[in-house]
């Protein structure tokens, strides 16, 4: 049966955005829907639109003369996909719109390299909304697809693929794709075995605190080496980082960051998963259900807070730091078991943090309370508690 899909969790913020800026960029990971998204938001704007894809050469043609071109069609609102592509179009732009500053004059999408298009957008400021796009999240699919998404990961054609095998076909494609053209377009001049044998080390040890000696040890490459593998990885919105907590507590933590890859889908497909069960069984089941929840709520939450873990040298450790201008305003421990139980190092931290609120997340058990001032929540109610933290 066809996934049901519901829509963006975007689509309202991008409609406001467009109504409220002369320029709005739609930022995220390659092939994660943006083109789609951007077609939604033409057609509920009713305005008349032009699209310009920056890998097309017919698009390529029609800029020879960038600056007579986008004037000629003023009154339109102009889509511009891979925008990373062409950045010495961000100063055209700006002298565009400081002649005329209505909102809705260009819809900028950029991949591969959120950071690169921040950059080159400097011009931009005081023009430009930026927004994330992500993945498909839990609030975009049925709620019985949970399980799916889990499995096959937020990428629309991996999620709504007929089958896990061809799933995980595309996401094999996907990272060699990214590896083979968008790495050394971003400038990673690499050997892809050297590549591939990074990504394959960060699927082993997803979710855990970066140990660069481990990693450098194991795949024979430097520190250095590693690190900036990580920044081009990052770039290219494969992995993503959870810094450690530690505002205003006298003790020692753990302060290197934790590696995730950003989509459970492609590292199931490093890890060789076939489907749910083996998913459920397997020894990669807690950092994978960890990484995804942490990916949920980063969706979720958008800009309204940050978010961070939480690790002692003496073993007091949480999962999940959310908090706002480094205020914590929820604690979360992420469980794959409804039937949690609860370490000494997990109330220990829950100690130390104080948040407001504190969860102890599973997947679908009971809302009930654990102990004194902390949680039992699913994932079906996290949601609400979270907008009542964030109030």
Known sequence: MPSALKPRLLLPEALAALRQAPVVGILGARQSG????????????????????????????????????????????VIIDEVQRMPQLFPLLRSLVDGDRRPGRFLL????????????????????????????????????????????????RAF??????????????????????????????????????MLAMLATVNGQPLNMNLIAKSIGMSGPTIKRY???FESACITTVLPSYHMNLRKRLTSAPKVYYADSGLLHGQLRVDGIEQLRTGIAAGPSWEGFVIQQ?????????E???????????????IAQGL??????????????????GNHLAFEAVRAPVQLVLTPTAEDHAYTKGIEVCSMNTLWQKLDAALR
């Open 34 to 77: 943006k083109t789609t998204l951007a077609a939604q938001l033409a057609k509920k704007t009713k305005r008349e639109t032009l699209r310009l894809d920056l890998e097309s050469p017919r698009s390529l043609d029609r800029l020879t003369d960038p600056e007579d071109f986008l004037h000629r069609h003023r009154d339109k609102l």
């Open 109 to 156: 999408l950029g991949s591969s390299s959120p950071e690169i298009v921040r950059r080159s957008a400097e011009s931009l400021a005081g023009r430009i909304m930026y927004l994330d796009l992500h993945p498909f999240c839990l609030h975009e699919v049925a709620r019985n697809d949970r399980d799916k998404l889990w499995l096959r990961g937020g990428f629309p």
């Open 160 to 197: 709504l693929a007929p089958s896990d095998a061809s799933a995980f076909t595309w996401s094999h494609n996907y990272l060699r794709n990214i590896v083979e053209r968008d790495l050394p377009l971003l400038g990673l001049n690499a050997d892809p075995r050297g590549t591939r044998a």
């Open 230 to 232: 990580l920044t081009y």
């Open 297 to 305: 709520v980063r969706a979720w939450l958008g800009w309204r807070a």
């Open 307 to 321: 978010l961070f873990y939480f690790r002692t040298h003496d073993g007091s450790e949480l999962d999940l730091i």
């Open 327 to 344: 205020r914590p305003k929820a604690a979360i421990e992420i469980k794959t078991t409804n039937s949690p139980v609860l370490s000494k």
